[in-house]
């Protein structure tokens, strides 16, 4: 018979936000730690579901779904966070680059790494390099994520690099790009740390890049 967090992965892999809801009060209720709850339940039912993505066996509605149910239970353990001591694997700050408005792609981004245990901060849509900049020093962000959708706003990824060499932060953040129009020799030609196609490749790509095995 399935365990509880068996369960709990499971409806998160289903996009089933009710179930998931419940199955954590119960996990709550039966004093299962909160790390736990996250890491066996609520991580590894997103893990599954960015493999299916990567392997085309879900499309972005079953990930937008899933990554709902996993953010409603994530909010429920959100207040015990702090007192349980668990630390996210890292920080990243993400947002779509200035003068760019779409942010389906970059909340799917966002979703899968806050499902992979990231903190994720997010700076929303038309970003200027100021403001990635700003993050990086006040949240303490290791990585950013630039998501850009239009081939004009493609080189305000450029110039957020150029602001994080001239604020001197560069070699403390890892610079991860993404979006339609991107390609990995874009992503060279910059100067990006990284490149990822889809969600799924932005976690294991933003784990390579911080070094991060887990
Ligand atoms: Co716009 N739009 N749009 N649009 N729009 C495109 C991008 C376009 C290709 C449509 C077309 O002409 N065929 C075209 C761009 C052409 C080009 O530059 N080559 C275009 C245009 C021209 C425009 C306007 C200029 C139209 C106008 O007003 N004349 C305008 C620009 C506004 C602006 O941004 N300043 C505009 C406006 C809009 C809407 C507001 C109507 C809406 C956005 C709504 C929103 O985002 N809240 C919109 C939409 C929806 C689209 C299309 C239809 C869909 C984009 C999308 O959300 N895809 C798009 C055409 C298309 O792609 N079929 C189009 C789904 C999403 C999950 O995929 O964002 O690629 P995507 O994200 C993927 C990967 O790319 C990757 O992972 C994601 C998930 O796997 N990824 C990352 C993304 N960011 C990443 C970051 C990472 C790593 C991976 O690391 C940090």
């Given amino acids: 018979m399935p365990s509880l967090l068996e369960n709990l992965a499971q409806y ?14 119960e996990a709550l209720a039966q004093n299962v730690p909160v790390a736990d709850i996250i890491n066996k ?15 085309n066996e879900f499309y972005i509605p079953e990930v937008l779904i899933a990554a709902r149910a996993m953010k409603q239970s994530m909010e429920k353990l959100r207040p015990l966070i702090a ?21 389906i ?3 799917l981004v966002g979703m899968m790494l806050e499902g992979a245990g990231f903190e994720v901060i997010d700076l929303g849509t038309d970003v200027s390099p100021e403001k ?7 949240h303490k962000a290791e990585a950013i994520g ?14 957020t690099i ?6 001197g932060l560069r070699d403390k953040v890892a610079v991860l790009v993404g979006g339609a129009p991107l390609t990995q020799a874009y992503a060279d030609e910059i ?4 490149y990822a196609p889809d969600a799924a490749s932005a976690v294991d790509t933003a784990k390579q890049l911080l070094r991060i095995t887990a």
């Avoid at 150029?162 to 604020?167: F, G, M, P, S, V």
């Avoid at 100067?191 to 990284?194: I, S, Y």
């Fill in 12 to 25: 998160v892999i289903d996009g089933n936000a009710q179930k998931a809801k419940e199955t954590t009060d």
């Fill in 41 to 55: 339940g609520l991580v590894a039912g997103m893990q599954v579901v960015g493999q299916k993505f990567k392997c």
């Fill in 83 to 103: 007192e349980s001591g668990i630390q996210p694997i890292a920080r990243v700050a993400i947002g779509t680059v200035r003068g760019d408005l779409h942010d």
């Fill in 105 to 107: 792609g970059k909340n």
């Fill in 132 to 138: 990635f900049v700003e993050a990086v020093r006040e």
């Fill in 146 to 159: 630039l998501s850009a959708l239009l081939t004009t706003t493609m080189p305000a990824m450029k110039e």
């Fill in 162 to 167: 150029a602001a994080l060499e001239e604020a």
């Fill in 191 to 194: 100067g990006a740390d990284g």
